[in-house]
Nanobody, 117 residues
């Protein structure tokens, strides 16, 4: 069974930076595009950024130029470097395949990012 464990979130002031990490186990991660998603209170989960198995990337429009997704298939890790953070980036951040695996229990607990002064 796939296990996804996110970490690296926290409280940061506007304009600050965070680096999120996701550990992937139970599958050959290198076979799949991977992505970061986020869910703010009262909102649906949305795509933040995705990376293909060969390193191609795509970002949500509001994250272009501020966030950078990367992957290390040897370590089975996916990363999200977030710079110039804004209060509207406040959410729980999750990693998953792109598109997500259909199994709902594959979603991890996520990591909370709070941007506030």
């Amino acid at each position: 069974q796939v296990q996804l464990v996110e970490s690296g979130g926290g409280l940061v002031q506007p304009g600050g930076s965070l680096r999120l990490s996701c550990s992937v186990s139970g599958t050959i991660m290198g076979m799949f595009p991977m992505a970061w998603y986020r869910q703010a209170p009262g909102n649906q989960r949305e795509l933040v950024a995705a990376i293909t198995s060969v390193g191609g990337t795509v970002y949500a429009e509001s994250e272009k130029g501020r966030f950078t997704i990367s992957r290390d298939d040897v370590k089975r890790m996916v990363y999200l470097q977030m710079d110039s953070l804004k209060p509207e980036d406040t959410a729980v951040y999750y990693c998953n395949r792109y598109p997500p695996w259909p199994e709902q229990n594959y979603w991890g607990r996520g990591t909370q990012v709070t941007v506030s002064s």
